[in-house]
């Protein structure tokens, strides 16, 4: 399996990003997709997740009308767009896919891609 992040970059508050993930060696029609996101010195944490379906998502809330996680089941992408960013959304972010069932801890994702820096300057 083998999860390849991209898109993230240097961009000032209040800009957008989009980030892609292209999944391959799953059946990515089948597994939930989510984003976490890794600030320095900090353990990984959720950002947001899309059912196997695409017709349900979560969001953490501090990202809620700001992040918009989709997919695309026929190129086995997910893609997290990311508008009126802010300081506090720095970090390394990383996709993760997990076989049918939902959760927001990293522990429960098997598969991981090798992540995106984001750094959003004031």
Same mark, same amino acid.
């Given at each position: ?5 991209c898109g ?37 944490? =959720?950002? @947001?997740?899309?059912?196997? *379906? ?5 969001? /953490?809330?501090?990202?809620? #009308?700001?992040? &918009?996680?989709?997919r695309d ?20 972010? =990383?996709? @993760?896919?997990?076989?049918? *069932? ?5 522990? /429960?994702?098997?598969?991981? #891609?090798?992540? &995106? ?6």
């Amino acid at each position: 399996v083998q999860l390849q992040a991209c898109g993230g970059g240097l961009v000032q508050a209040g800009g957008s990003l989009r980030l892609s993930c292209a999944a391959s060696g799953l059946t990515f029609s089948r597994h939930v997709m989510a984003w976490f996101r890794q600030a320095p010195g900090k353990e990984r944490d =959720f950002k @947001a997740m899309i059912h196997w *379906s695409g017709g349900s998502t979560a969001y /953490e809330d501090s990202v809620k #009308g700001r992040f &918009t996680i989709s997919r695309d089941n026929a190129k086995n992408t997910v893609y997290l767009q990311m508008n009126s960013l802010k300081p506090e959304d720095t970090g390394v972010y =990383f996709c @993760a896919a997990k076989y049918l *069932s939902s959760s927001y801890s990293p522990n /429960e994702y098997p598969y991981w #891609g090798q992540g &995106t820096q984001v750094t959003v300057s004031s």
